[in-house]
């Protein structure tokens, strides 16, 4: 069966249950694979699936026949989640490849599993890793074994299931959110490989800052960081200690001197705003890529390109913050390392836009105004005429129509009189606020009645 991988108890191909291996394929093995959990109190992180009482707990447990849909990044832990599904409820483990494997691979395992239910009562989990790769034929001819409840399936997706999977499955299914492991998950991962005998039994140790540096290239990603422990662990050798520079030379990527909790985080964050504020494209990649090789949120960094676009660049390029917006969707929907492409793609816009803090400058100004006390009634024509009797107290009876006036534009106070000389919008000159500026001088003349 091409595109299709079953395991069993026995640990051979097609033999019975769990995903299991057996002690010749386990010693050969990558180290993320024999530090797989095997309980879902042994998996890392995701502490709202685990919590008592949880849907998945509860679908383990109580062994309910319940297909889920599981989203999050690379690493959190999807394959484990069906892996330990199908050994807690001595399960069936069939895993179907949504590279390779057409309609008719789907529908041979929905087959097989109903075939082994019927005969033995044996159920079947049937994991699809990558569903969202899957095209909406190879999707639909899962349906019939969710429906029947002749297979678990556990699909995973890296991408936004509302957009890349169907909507008959995904009602169908559970839909779980993993979130990316925090550094004291991965820290702890790591140190289970270290110690346990399915991992390193001891016989290799690290130093603390050996760790940190890995703990920073796994970006949150739990198989990432047993990758690179299990290739600096052959680098020192049996007795061994991995040090920063074994790891360093072991996967081949310099450590960089970033603690995101500490000055580093803050300084080079700031360096890289005032970099594209300053207009400079190439400073500001190389802060961006010192974040990014330093393992920072790509969230975190696309948050700060969001309140860039406004404060720093406001109406001189009204497509900046269009930009940002999509950047930062993009980084939730896609993961590192894809996004730093659609980073990278956004701080070279908004660093070589126009500039224009007179956004910024004028909520400020409007907010200074507020909490000095300029706080005056609102006028009677603009105030709500909609209920019983507002007509009697003069509420909007001189109200005019915007929509009726030359050029949509009326005449009319609109600021209560504490304030009806303030001038809070003040545009430059600077790129598309230039065209900006001389609308909004000639619309201000017209309400204010100065034209």
Known sequence: MDGLFEMGAAGRPGAARGGSLSDA????????????????????????????????????????????????????????????ISRQTERRFVEVSAVSAGVKEVRSAIDAARAELVATGTETVLFVDEVHRF???????????????????????????????????LSRSLLLRLTSLTDDDVREVLGSALSDERGLGGRVSATDDALDHLVRLAGGDARRSLTYLEAAAGAAGAGGEITLEVAETAVDQAAVRYDRQGDQHYDVTSAFIKSVRGSDADAALHYLARMLQAGEDPRFIARRLMILASEDIGLADPTALTTAVAAAQTVQLIGLPEAQLTLAHATIALAVAPKSNAVTTAIGAAIADVDAGKIGPVPTHLRDAHYAGAKKLGHGTTYKYAHDEPFGIAEQVYAPEVVADATYYQPTTHGAEAAIKERWERVRRIVRGEA
């Open 25 to 84: 394929e386990h010693a050969a093995a990558p180290l993320a694979v024999r530090m797989r959990p095997r309980t879902l109190d042994e998996l890392v992180g995701q502490p709202q699936l685990r919590a008592p009482g949880s849907p998945l707990r509860q679908l383990i447990e109580g062994e309910q026949s319940l297909s889920l849909l599981l989203w999050g990044p690379p690493g959190t832990g999807k394959t484990t989640i069906a892996s330990i």
């Open 135 to 169: 095209s909406k034929a190879q999707q639909d001819a899962l349906l019939p074994g969710v429906e029947n409840r002749w297979v678990t399936l556990v699909a995973a997706t890296t991408e936004n299931p509302f957009f890349s999977v169907i909507s008959p499955l």
